[in-house]
């Protein structure tokens, strides 16, 4: 069951993302009934703050927030995952400088960074920044301690006799070995980007009106919670799944990862053969 994980999120990814050119019942920026109706045939999740179809605007508030979330995750892991390899392959002085940046950036709230960034910034590339600064750190510290223990493995130690270069040690024998891992540490920076996403368009600090934006939704509709509920908790069902989906797929990348180890360690034998 937890095999399906994996292509279930890439499947409810391509559906976000792709969402926005899906036909709608209606346009999703476009009052189309009177505020606040509850749902009816006509609209199935009623209408929201400003007439406006709540299903139309839920099929395509996603795309953009999940497309942003995705960048910064990718932007964060792949700014940890290098500063990771280095730092676990050369030890010594550069390995502390790289670990005392990690450890002051990790120091200072991610949700202020986003904030600082969010004003200073267009919320996208504040969202990047403030998955990257508290992301990539925890990226690095992680991938770091797995280069250390990879490192005394046998197979590495007959990469370095048959006189291959560190760069090449750590793309072809290093990186493929820690596959699980980042894949699971990825799922997390996904996590976190999407709540950061959420957080700053919940704060008036997001996507800007009349897009249709999950988070945006939350922060329109709060005040007529009572008249149509479902103006509110259709967007907050749709983040919450998708945040759980993607730590699930998280979760079972790290025990994948964590079972594979014993038949690593028996292959680690077979360069010495």
Known sequence: MTRLLM????VAAATLVLGGVWPTPYD?????????????PAHLLGTDVLGRDVWSRVLTGGGRLLTVAVAAALCASSIG????????????????LLTA?????LALPSLLLALVAAIALPW???????????????????????????????YVEAALLRGERPASILLREVFPAM?????????????????????????????????????????ENMTGVSANPWAVAAPAIALGTTTVLFALVAQTSFHEHENRRPDRAAQEERPHA
């Open 7 to 10: 292509p279930l999120a890439l």
């Open 28 to 40: 999703p920026t476009t009052t189309v009934g009177a505020p606040w109706q509850a749902p009816s």
């Open 81 to 96: 995952i290098a500063g990771g390899l280095v730092a676990g392959w050369s030890g010594g002085l550069v390995a502390r």
């Open 101 to 105: 940046c990690a450890d002051l950036l």
């Open 124 to 154: 996208q590339p504040a969202v990047i920044v403030a998955t990257v600064c508290g992301g990539a750190p925890l990226t690095l510290r992680v991938v770091r301690d797995a280069v250390h223990t990879i490192r005394s493995s046998g």
């Open 179 to 219: 596959r699980g891992l980042i894949s699971a540490d990825l799922g997390l920076r996904l996590v976190v980007a999407i709540q950061v996403c959420a957080a700053l368009g919940v704060l008036g600090l997001g996507a800007s009106p009349p897009a249709p934006d999950w988070a945006l939704m939350l922060r």
